[in-house]
Structure formats: C-alpha cells, structure tokens
C-alpha cells in the first residue's frame, strides 16, 4: 500500500522560494510504473495541477504552463522522495499544497498526501 | 489550458440520484478515456471515485458510475446518502501531457 507523507514550512516569506517534501513509503520514486505529482488547493483557484516528474530510463518533467517557469520538481532516490520549489513567491501561491502518485497511462491520482497549507506573508 | 467546466452545485434527497457534468475539449475529455472524479470533504484530501471515465476502484461503492460522450463526462450518484455530501471534482489528461481539473460541484443531500 502507498502511502505519501508531505513536509514543509507553512509560512514563505514574498518573493522567497516554497519548498515541500513527499515521502514515500510502497513505492520507489525511480519506478518505471510510476509518476509523482503535486497539485495545489486554493478557494480562487480551486484544484490546480502542478506538475509530475516521472523515471522511464530516464527522468522526465511535466509542467503545468501556468506555472511553468517558476517551479522545479526533483526527485531524490536515496531518500525514496520528490520535492517542489516555486521561486519567487507571491500571496496568490497561498495554497494547500497536496502530492500524488499517478501510473503509466494511468491518469489519475491515487493515493494523495495529506496536503500542506502554506501561506505567503510578510 | 483552461478549467473543465462543473456545475457549482447539485443537490437531491436520500435515495435520489444525482449527475454531475464535466465540459472539457477535444484536448483533453474528448481526446482520452482518462477522466477521473474524487469526492472531498472539508479538511481532507481528494479520493479518487472514478477513474478512465467510468472505472472504480476497489472500496468505492457501486452507486458511484462515470459516462462520458464526446467532451463532456459525468459523474451519477444513485441512493443518494448523507456520507455523500461533499466537493466532487473531474480530472482530465490532455493533448500537453498534463492533467487539468473542473472548478468542482458542491453535492447538497436535502
């Protein structure tokens, strides 16, 4: 069974960069069947993908093109886990802030974190 | 790419059956059978109900059925219960290789 355990601070500072944690536990980060997905929650924006790396020989990245330029999805295998960073922060980037696991022409995301509010604030 | 388009609410009585549709376009929910649906209650995470448009996955009761015809999918809850008043949002893969959600239905059991 695949469980996904988020970290992270809750509060950044504008113009600073967010960084979250997902830990995994089942699952490798670096399997062929898999891809790690972040998504966000806010009441303005509702649910909004983020972007998913992925380990096909070698590693992939998709983007959502809203956010396109300001976030890096890395995934680390020694530690079985994958981060986000979105660099320069703004209020709008407060969010709830979830990870996901989707499957190889599996589109859809199953199991989810247990979310992470991060609010951008002076 | 844009939101797929959900209706804000829908309400019915125990025992009713609901539908929820979800409008995407011919990049995403018209393209592939990759629609998902996951129900929400305040303060927790989204599960996944329905998965490759009308799939469920295992513990999901079989009151919950997903359609899809052209660009618009829909989610139908028979039976309607208590237990199902909740967020219910639709997710699609698109033509960019990203996935893209409807702006979610509010689910009102009477």
Redesign the interface.
């Known amino acids: 069974q695949v469980q996904l355990q988020q970290s992270g601070p809750g509060l950044v500072k504008p113009s600073q960069t967010l960084s979250l944690t997902c830990a995994i536990s089942g699952d490798s980060v670096s399997s062929n069947t898999a891809a790690w ?1 972040w ?1 966000r929650q806010s009441p303005s924006r ?4 983020l ?1 998913r790396t992925y380990y096909r020989s070698k590693w992939h990245y ?5 956010v396109k330029s300001r976030i890096t999805i890395n995934a680390d295998t020694s530690q079985n886990q994958f981060s986000l960073q979105v660099n320069s922060v703004t209020p709008e980037d407060s969010a709830v802030y ?1 990870c996901a696991r ?1 499957g190889y022409f ?5 199991p ?4 992470t509010l991060v609010t951008v604030s002076s | 790419q844009s939101a797929l388009t959900q209706p804000a609410s829908v309400s019915g009585s125990p025992g009713q059956s609901i539908t929820i549709s979800c409008t995407g376009t011919s990049s995403d929910v018209g393209r592939y059978d990759y629609v998902s649906w996951y129900q929400q209650h305040p303060g927790k995470a989204p599960k996944l109900m329905i998965y490759d448009v009308s799939d469920r996955p295992s513990g999901v009761s079989n009151r919950f059925s997903g359609f899809k015809s052209d660009n618009t999918a829909s989610l139908t809850i028979s039976g309607l219960q208590a237990e199902d008043e909740a967020d219910y949002y639709c997710a699609s893969y698109t033509a960019s290789a990203t996935l893209v959600f409807g702006g979610g239905t509010k689910v009102t059991v009477l």
């Open positions: 997905n998504i509702g649910l909004e993908w972007g998709d983007y959502a093109e809203s979830f989707s599996k589109e859809y995301l199953q989810w974190g247990q979310g």
